[in-house]
């Protein structure tokens, strides 16, 4: 299970590091790179929901090896993609079987053992899972340096093949007796509001590709739809979603800023190696590199979070690391090819401590003013908040990009890295649109507990 899990955290930062190499084989700007990216993120948040149905109604077996099955045949498909409309698709296919994946894994685990046992096991089988979002942009440009960036994808084949013989080997089908009715209207209303509205956002400026009103036209469907969505949920008692959860301030507050916080973090992951690579002309391999602190720091600071929480409560915790990210950010935003290398593994790691800290309290957070039996309605809307929130950070810094080459005249290729300085200013700006939602906190909002679900 700890491979499973790391295999999906894996491909979420992966192909960062390679989207240079990937735009210059297919003689594409390395903006329009952004659909491939975001496919995935869109695809996770769309068919997350339905993770725990399936596996109530198929098992955990069956649907582990199902959702494998697609996530190994969708990375072979990824790897011998020769253009970026298959490679999208491909995508959004993988993102499939990562959706099912990983949660049903986590399933798996609570099945297996007692809640006394969980903390112990979900440290054996996260630190080693975790390390996919570490090793992910290093990988990523160590295979894009010496290999080719095919082999990102290829990758999963061997491992996806030889876990699906370890999962129909070992692992206990559970299949749930008093199974929940699928909301069919409710996940197609989320399924296709999400993506036209991905797609609208995606599209902005590129209207050489497709017609404005198209792009407009999509983003009113998308709203429309989801304000049915939220009339559809008000009146069915087993909806894809419990909106009535909306009503808690904390959990409200914490979704919102979940998802400001994705999406600056996706930004500056998808940014950050296109800087590096792009203007500054440094390989893929040592772009990999170069953005490994803020992984470090993130890892190192995980262990340490909830002794902070628990000391400092949430309030503090949030305005404390929200202002050191908006500081850190600055000083990334200030990197040049004349910085010195200490002064960027320095920034970035304290960057990525910040990140976790937020993220932890915000996971937290999210749960504390939660019942026992609002927990998994609270799941579902806070993961796909998590993943459409991601797929909105590449859309919205593509647009950025767009907007200062059009308008402005600047270039993704200047040393003078000009054009991503401004996009990590702007980003700042959102980072303090989160600092005054979590300033409307009680000052001991979560208190009641800091056994933190984070």
């Given at each position: 299970?700890?491979?499973?899990?790391?295999?999906?955290?894996?491909?979420?930062?992966?192909?960062?590091t390679?989207?240079?190499?990937?735009?210059?084989?297919?003689?594409?700007?390395?903006?329009?790179?952004k659909?491939?990216?975001?496919?995935?993120?869109?695809?996770l948040?769309?068919?997350?929901?339905?993770?725990?149905?399936?596996?109530?109604?198929?098992?955990?077996?069956?649907?582990?090896?199902?959702?494998?099955?697609?996530?190994?045949?969708?990375?072979?498909?990824?790897?011998?993609?020769?253009?970026i409309i298959?490679?999208?698709?491909?995508?959004?296919?993988?993102?499939?079987?990562?959706?099912?994946?990983?949660?049903?894994?986590?399933?798996?685990?609570?099945?297996?053992?007692?809640?006394?046992?969980?903390?112990?096991?979900?440290?054996?089988?996260?630190t080693?899972?975790?390390?996919?979002?570490?090793?992910?942009?290093?990988?990523?440009?160590?295979?894009?340096?010496?290999?080719s960036?095919?082999w990102?994808?290829?990758?999963?084949?061997?491992?996806?093949?030889i876990?699906?013989?370890?999962?129909?080997?070992?692992?206990?089908?559970?299949?749930?007796?008093?199974?929940?009715?699928?909301?069919?209207?409710?996940?197609?209303?989320?399924?296709?509001?999400?993506v036209?509205?991905?797609?609208?956002?995606?599209?902005?400026g590129?209207?050489?590709?497709?017609?404005?009103?198209?792009?407009?036209?999509?983003?009113?469907?998308?709203i429309?739809?989801?304000?049915?969505?939220?009339?559809?949920?008000?009146?069915?008692?087993?909806?894809?979603?419990?909106f009535?959860?909306?009503r808690?301030?904390?959990?409200?507050?914490?979704?919102?800023?979940?998802?400001?916080?994705?999406?600056v973090?996706?930004?500056?992951?998808?940014?950050l190696?296109?800087?590096?690579?792009?203007?500054?002309?440094?390989?893929?391999?040592?772009?990999?590199?170069?953005?490994?602190?803020?992984?470090?720091?993130?890892?190192?600071?995980?262990?340490s979070?909830?002794?902070?929480?628990?000391?400092?409560?949430?309030?503090?915790?949030?305005?404390?690391?929200?202002?050191?990210?908006?500081?850190?950010?600055?000083?990334?935003?200030?990197i040049?090819?004349?910085?010195?290398i200490?002064?960027?593994?320095?920034?970035?790691?304290l960057f990525?401590?910040?990140?976790?800290?937020?993220?932890?309290?915000?996971?937290?957070?999210?749960?504390?003013?939660?019942?026992?039996?609002?927990?998994?309605?609270?799941?579902?809307?806070?993961?796909?908040?998590?993943?459409?929130?991601?797929?909105?950070?590449?859309?919205?810094?593509?647009?950025i990009?767009?907007?200062?080459?059009?308008?402005?005249?600047?270039?993704?290729?200047?040393?003078?890295?000009?054009?991503?300085?401004?996009?990590?200013?702007?980003?700042?700006?959102?980072?303090?649109?989160?600092?005054?939602l979590?300033?409307?906190?009680?000052?001991?909002a979560?208190?009641?507990?800091?056994?933190a679900?984070?």
């Open positions: 299970m700890a491979v499973v899990i790391f295999m999906e955290f894996l491909d979420t930062t992966i192909i960062n390679a989207v240079p190499s990937i735009a210059k084989d297919f003689a594409i700007s390395p903006v329009l790179l659909y491939a990216v975001a496919s995935y993120y869109v695809s948040a769309v068919f997350i929901p339905i993770s725990g149905w399936c596996a109530d109604r198929f098992g955990t077996k069956k649907t582990l090896l199902i959702s494998l099955g697609i996530f190994t045949l969708a990375s072979l498909g990824c790897g011998l993609s020769h253009n298959l490679l999208t698709i491909m995508r959004f296919i993988q993102g499939i079987g990562g959706a099912l994946m990983n949660p049903v894994a986590r399933i798996v685990i609570l099945k297996l053992f007692d809640r006394s046992e969980l903390v112990k096991v979900q440290s054996v089988i996260f080693p899972a975790m390390l996919g979002f570490v090793l992910g942009p290093f990988l990523g440009g160590v295979i894009c340096s010496y290999l960036w095919h990102i994808f290829f990758i999963n084949v061997p491992v996806g093949v876990i699906l013989g370890f999962v129909a080997k070992y692992i206990i089908q559970y299949v749930e007796e008093k199974r929940q009715e699928f909301d069919i209207p409710g996940f197609i209303m989320v399924g296709i509001s999400l036209l509205f991905t797609f609208a956002v995606q599209m902005l590129h209207y050489d590709f497709v017609d404005r009103w198209v792009v407009y036209a999509s983003g009113i469907v998308s429309f739809l989801f304000i049915m969505l939220l009339f559809h949920c008000a009146f069915k008692k087993t909806a894809v979603f419990d009535s959860l909306m808690i301030k904390s959990f409200k507050l914490s979704i919102f800023m979940n998802g400001i916080f994705f999406a973090n996706t930004a500056v992951a998808f940014l190696p296109l800087m590096y690579q792009a203007s500054f002309n440094y390989t893929p391999a040592v772009s990999g590199l170069l953005t490994l602190p803020i992984a470090c720091g993130f890892i190192t600071a995980r262990s979070a909830r002794r902070f929480i628990e000391r400092y409560g949430f309030k503090k915790m949030l305005l404390i690391n929200m202002i050191l990210c908006m500081i850190w950010l600055y000083a990334i935003a200030n040049s090819i004349h910085s010195d200490i002064y960027i593994i320095v920034v970035e790691f990525g401590v910040s990140v976790v800290m937020v993220g932890s309290s915000l996971g937290a957070l999210t749960y504390m003013d939660l019942k026992s039996n609002e927990m998994s309605k609270g799941t579902a809307i806070d993961i796909t908040m998590r993943q459409f929130s991601a797929s909105m950070g590449v859309g919205i810094s593509a647009f990009l767009n907007t200062l080459i059009s308008n402005f005249g600047l270039s993704l290729y200047n040393v003078d890295a000009k054009i991503y300085h401004i996009s990590f200013y702007v980003f700042i700006v959102l980072i303090a649109v989160n600092l005054s979590a300033s409307r906190l009680k000052g001991n979560g208190a009641v507990k800091c056994e679900k984070a």
